[in-house]
Nanobody, 124 residues
Framework: QVQLVESGGGLVQAGGSLRLTCAAS????????MGWFRQAPGKERWFVAA????????NYADSVKGRFTISRDNAKNTVYLQMNSLNPEDTAVYYC?????????????????WGQGTQVTVSS
Protein backbone atom coordinates (compact mmCIF):
# COMPACT_ATOMS: atom_id res chain seq x y z
CA GLN A 1 0.00 0.00 0.00
CA VAL A 2 1.23 3.46 -0.91
CA GLN A 3 -0.05 6.65 0.65
CA LEU A 4 0.66 9.92 -1.12
CA VAL A 5 0.27 13.42 0.29
CA GLU A 6 0.65 16.49 -1.91
CA SER A 7 1.52 19.96 -0.68
CA GLY A 8 2.73 23.27 -2.03
CA GLY A 9 -0.32 24.44 -3.91
CA GLY A 10 -1.73 27.92 -3.56
CA LEU A 11 -2.61 31.15 -5.29
CA VAL A 12 -0.01 32.72 -7.56
CA GLN A 13 -0.02 35.44 -10.19
CA ALA A 14 0.54 34.69 -13.84
CA GLY A 15 4.23 34.34 -14.54
CA GLY A 16 4.95 33.11 -11.05
CA SER A 17 6.27 29.79 -9.76
CA LEU A 18 5.26 27.07 -7.35
CA ARG A 19 6.87 23.83 -6.25
CA LEU A 20 4.62 20.94 -5.43
CA THR A 21 5.79 18.16 -3.16
CA CYS A 22 4.48 14.61 -2.95
CA ALA A 23 5.44 12.73 0.19
CA ALA A 24 5.07 8.97 -0.08
CA SER A 25 4.52 6.60 2.80
CA UNK A 26 6.10 3.53 1.31
CA UNK A 27 8.98 1.23 2.12
CA UNK A 28 10.81 1.78 -1.16
CA UNK A 29 9.75 4.61 -3.45
CA UNK A 30 12.19 3.36 -6.08
CA UNK A 31 9.77 0.49 -6.74
CA UNK A 32 7.43 2.96 -8.38
CA UNK A 33 7.28 5.23 -11.36
CA MET A 34 5.63 8.49 -10.37
CA GLY A 35 3.39 10.94 -12.13
CA TRP A 36 1.61 14.23 -11.73
CA PHE A 37 -1.86 14.84 -13.13
CA ARG A 38 -4.22 17.78 -12.94
CA GLN A 39 -7.95 18.24 -13.07
CA ALA A 40 -9.79 21.49 -13.68
CA PRO A 41 -13.46 21.91 -12.68
CA GLY A 42 -15.74 20.00 -15.02
CA LYS A 43 -12.84 18.45 -16.92
CA GLU A 44 -11.11 15.11 -17.00
CA ARG A 45 -7.91 14.35 -15.17
CA TRP A 46 -4.98 15.09 -17.48
CA PHE A 47 -1.39 13.98 -17.53
CA VAL A 48 1.21 16.57 -16.58
CA ALA A 49 4.52 14.75 -16.05
CA ALA A 50 6.04 11.40 -15.19
CA UNK A 51 9.37 10.21 -13.87
CA UNK A 52 10.82 6.73 -13.93
CA UNK A 53 11.70 4.85 -10.76
CA UNK A 54 15.37 5.83 -11.08
CA UNK A 55 14.74 9.42 -12.09
CA UNK A 56 16.68 8.93 -15.33
CA UNK A 57 13.64 9.27 -17.58
CA UNK A 58 11.01 11.97 -17.60
CA ASN A 59 8.03 12.74 -19.77
CA TYR A 60 5.90 15.88 -20.02
CA ALA A 61 2.65 17.00 -21.53
CA ASP A 62 3.26 19.38 -24.41
CA SER A 63 1.41 22.15 -22.57
CA VAL A 64 3.96 22.20 -19.72
CA LYS A 65 7.14 21.23 -21.52
CA GLY A 66 9.89 23.76 -20.84
CA ARG A 67 8.01 25.26 -17.89
CA PHE A 68 7.56 22.36 -15.45
CA THR A 69 10.20 20.00 -14.07
CA ILE A 70 9.51 16.72 -12.31
CA SER A 71 12.14 15.27 -10.00
CA ARG A 72 12.41 12.78 -7.17
CA ASP A 73 14.48 11.97 -4.13
CA ASN A 74 14.08 8.29 -3.39
CA ALA A 75 16.05 8.58 -0.17
CA LYS A 76 13.41 11.00 1.10
CA ASN A 77 10.46 9.20 -0.49
CA THR A 78 9.53 12.47 -2.17
CA VAL A 79 8.59 13.63 -5.65
CA TYR A 80 8.56 17.24 -6.77
CA LEU A 81 6.97 19.30 -9.50
CA GLN A 82 8.61 22.65 -10.11
CA MET A 83 6.22 24.89 -12.02
CA ASN A 84 7.49 28.08 -13.63
CA SER A 85 5.90 30.68 -15.90
CA LEU A 86 2.47 29.73 -14.65
CA ASN A 87 -0.59 30.94 -16.51
CA PRO A 88 -4.32 30.85 -15.69
CA GLU A 89 -4.76 27.72 -17.83
CA ASP A 90 -2.62 25.86 -15.27
CA THR A 91 -5.31 26.35 -12.63
CA ALA A 92 -6.42 22.93 -11.40
CA VAL A 93 -6.18 20.40 -8.62
CA TYR A 94 -2.84 18.64 -8.97
CA TYR A 95 -2.54 14.98 -8.06
CA CYS A 96 0.48 12.82 -7.41
CA UNK A 97 0.26 9.18 -8.47
CA UNK A 98 2.34 6.00 -8.23
CA UNK A 99 2.59 3.08 -10.64
CA UNK A 100 4.72 -0.09 -10.54
CA UNK A 101 8.18 0.55 -11.99
CA UNK A 102 8.34 -0.01 -15.72
CA UNK A 103 4.88 1.49 -16.28
CA UNK A 104 6.02 5.07 -16.93
CA UNK A 105 2.57 5.91 -18.15
CA UNK A 106 0.67 9.02 -19.14
CA UNK A 107 -2.90 7.88 -18.50
CA UNK A 108 -4.62 7.82 -15.11
CA UNK A 109 -5.63 4.17 -15.40
CA UNK A 110 -1.97 3.14 -15.42
CA UNK A 111 -1.51 4.43 -11.88
CA UNK A 112 -2.57 2.46 -8.83
CA UNK A 113 -2.20 4.98 -6.01
CA TRP A 114 -3.29 8.60 -5.76
CA GLY A 115 -2.96 11.48 -3.36
CA GLN A 116 -5.82 13.72 -2.32
CA GLY A 117 -4.66 16.59 -4.51
CA THR A 118 -3.53 20.16 -3.96
CA GLN A 119 -5.19 23.22 -5.47
CA VAL A 120 -3.18 25.50 -7.74
CA THR A 121 -4.81 28.77 -8.76
CA VAL A 122 -3.14 31.17 -11.15
CA SER A 123 -4.59 34.65 -11.38
CA SER A 124 -4.27 36.83 -14.46
Amino acid sequence: QVQLVESGGGLVQAGGSLRLTCAASVRTLSSYDMGWFRQAPGKERWFVAAISWSGRSTNYADSVKGRFTISRDNAKNTVYLQMNSLNPEDTAVYYCAAAPFGTFGSTPRQYDYWGQGTQVTVSS
